[in-house]
């Protein structure tokens, strides 16, 4: 079955220090990649995506991701943090499978970041 | 503005007495969903349409009913709620290459049954 494991449920870390938030997903197949994130009292928004091609992501607001096929692992990076992250990030997979598509979230990490 | 309207974005309910949530999107966008948000759980689907007249379940269905009448809007009914549907609400919505496009999600209606 496949399945979406963020293995940090929460992360704290010191404003302008670096962050990761881990990712690893189970599948057979080729496999789509996301993550979003939800700020305070708001719906889950587009960070950045892995669809083919270079590994190396780049989103909004200076957030990056690395996908490892070998690792099957799609960790979200920050080199440094601003208060203004603070927020749950989610990290989701879509594939094809049988005429349809199935996409899954994992269970989010939320960020805290401190003064 | 490309959004997903969801609506209201608060409600307290109880126990047996119907309600819907509506969702509306102004993308043309053919694939809607509904999801619930729990701690500890993450996003679970309800429902999901990939078009006018055409639902099928997610993976946490029971005690919910959706319809897809016209395109843009999705609504969400619960017929008798019960307090393990209390819960944060999520509609998203995605275009026809949706397995790359990724969702749009609307702002969530947090939901009580009492």
């Known amino acids: 079955a496949q399945s979406v494991t963020q293995l940090d449920s929460q992360v704290p870390v010191f404003e302008e220090a670096p962050v990761e938030l881990r990712c690893n997903y189970s599948?057979?197949?080729?496999?789509?990649l996301f993550w979003y994130v939800q700020y305070p009292n708001q719906g889950l928004q587009l960070l950045l995506k892995?669809?083919?091609?270079?590994?190396l992501v780049k989103g909004i607001n200076g957030f990056e991701a690395e996908f490892n096929k070998s690792q099957t692992s799609f960790h979200l990076r920050k080199p440094s943090v601003h208060i203004s992250d603070t927020a749950e990030y989610f990290c989701a997979v879509s594939k094809a499978t049988s005429g349809t598509y199935k996409y899954i979230f994992g269970t989010g990490t939320r960020l805290k970041v401190l003064a | 503005e490309a959004q997903v309207t969801q609506n209201p974005r608060y409600l307290i309910t109880v126990t047996g007495k119907k309600l819907t949530v509506t969702c509306s999107q102004n993308?043309?966008?053919?694939?809607m969903s509904w999801y619930r948000q729990d701690p500890g759980l993450g996003l679970r689907q309800i429902y999901y349409s990939m078009n006018v007249e055409v639902t099928d379940k997610g993976d946490v269905p029971e005690g919910y009913k959706v319809s897809r009448k016209e395109k843009r809007n999705f609504p969400l009914i619960l017929e008798s709620p019960s307090p393990n549907q209390t819960s944060l609400y999520f509609c998203a919505s995605s275009g026809r290459d949706r397995l790359g496009n990724g969702y749009t999600f609307g702002s969530g209606t947090r939901l009580t049954v009492v």
């Open positions: 599948s057979s197949v080729s496999v789509y």
């Open positions: 993308m043309n966008h053919e694939y």
């Open positions: 892995y669809l083919s091609g270079s590994t």
